[in-house]
């Protein structure tokens, strides 16, 4: 600070030698360059002398070798992090799966893998959906509970061995396994599409199957969520294979086609990592829930063009509670139903500060489509309204 005094009260004393009081007799234009010249001459020296001190004005000062304007910040350069021997592993065996042509069949079929504790509630609605496409499906029943008892041919004998599976715990997520390597058995099964005990169709069979099986996609849900609900559940226990900014979110219930059931079937070192560091209790009091992270993780790192970001099976978060609207008997209409066949956006509400909602459309081949083919949260009792809309309407 003194030195800016010294500096200030400097050039005012110059300025009054040079110049003068303003009554001094106007001087020659060649007296008037020399002084000028003299005056920057000084300027400069009295600059390099006195620099200014203060952090404000150093970046932009003029003898700087930073020189004026913004500030320049060092970033340091991104040095790649050398693959661990597993990593390097999975790459090869996904990338080659994924470099091969997919199988041609002569009738490609979409795999119905049901997930369900038992008997599944709207087994005749499904007979509906079913009926006169024979040869263009496969069921596949996972039933964690008990043992289903049948209405329909096309559920009978379908069971597939299954383990007991408790909510939000890993157990869901290797049933899903179970179902993809049943399903997978049968060379022409070329779609995977994961419903639960509660879903229905909101669209007829020869609409789905087209959907399906004329796009390259798979659709798996899979977004960021900032908030305490997504990129909270994240422990530095995944590094070095899975960090924070790797970490998605989606629900789990999953459409995919052949090549992505295999490599999620190839897996070992993201399945083992989400096995033992992405569950509930775990420390600092987190609950992780690995059905709705596992996924959508695993593929936007490693095929992320491959997947369409939304599910095609509908399901209402908007009052953001722990589980989404449940619709029963009173609620069913044409109008609920067409309301969710035309939807082109999927939602997805997250849980940062601002309670964002992150808005996909639905855009396959370039074109914005319908998104959804199935819809849950459903109750038992609204099976028979459903049947009746399903049979004397051609909205699905």
């Excluded at 559940?233 to 590094?239: A, D, G, P, Q």
């Excluded at 970490?247 to 070992?268: E, L, N, P, T, Y």
């Excluded at 940062?352 to 396959?364: F, G, H, M, N, Y």
């Amino acid at each position: 600070m003194k030195e800016e005094l010294a500096w200030t009260k400097f050039l005012r004393n110059l300025l009054i030698m040079v110049v003068g009081s303003r009554n001094r007799p106007q001087l020659r234009r060649p007296t008037w360059i020399i002084v000028l010249i003299s005056i920057v001459c000084v300027f400069l020296v009295a600059a390099y002398i006195y620099p200014p001190q203060t952090p404000k004005h150093s970046a932009c000062y003029f003898f700087s070798s930073e020189g004026c304007g913004t500030t320049r910040v060092e970033v340091p350069k991104a040095v790649a992090r050398e693959l661990t021997d597993r990593e390097l592993e999975s790459r090869v065996v996904i990338n080659e799966i994924l470099n091969v042509d997919p199988a041609k069949t002569r009738i490609p079929k979409v795999a119905f893998l049901f997930l369900t504790p038992g008997s599944l509630p709207f087994e005749k609605l499904w007979h509906m959906f079913f009926k006169g496409h024979e040869g263009k499906f496969s069921v596949y029943l996972h039933a964690s509970r008990e043992k289903p008892v049948h209405v329909s041919p096309y559920f009978v004998g379908r069971e597939i061995h299954s383990e007991p599976v408790g909510w939000g715990k890993f157990s869901m997520v290797e049933a899903e396994r179970r179902l993809l390597a049943n399903a997978l058995l049968d060379p022409d099964n070329q779609h995977f599409v994961l419903l639960s005990d509660s879903c229905i169709p909101v669209r007829k069979f020869d609409f789905m199957y087209n959907y399906l099986l004329l796009t390259n996609v798979s659709f798996v849900d899979c977004y960021v969520d900032a908030g305490p609900h997504g990129n909270g559940r994240y422990i530095e226990r995944m590094l070095p294979e899975v960090e924070m900014k790797d970490f998605r979110k989606g629900s789990q219930w999953f459409s995919m086609k052949r090549q992505h059931a295999i490599i999620v079937m190839a897996d070992s070192l993201y399945f083992t990592k989400f096995k033992h560091h992405c569950r509930p209790n775990m420390e600092g009091g987190k609950n992780c829930y690995a059905d709705e992270h596992y996924l959508p993780t695993f593929f936007s790192m490693r095929d992320p063009g491959g997947i369409a970001n939304w599910s095609v099976t509908y399901v209402d978060w908007s009052e953001r509670k722990w589980h989404p609207r449940s619709y029963k008997a009173r609620d069913i209409s044409h109008q609920l139903i067409r309301k969710i066949a035309s939807i082109d956006q999927s939602p997805h509400y997250t849980s940062d500060i601002k309670r964002s909602v992150v808005i996909t459309p639905c855009i396959l081949n370039n074109l914005k489509r319908p998104c959804y083919l199935f819809a849950r949260k459903f109750f038992p009792e609204t099976q028979d309204k459903l049947i009746q809309i399903f049979s004397n309407s051609t909205l699905f």
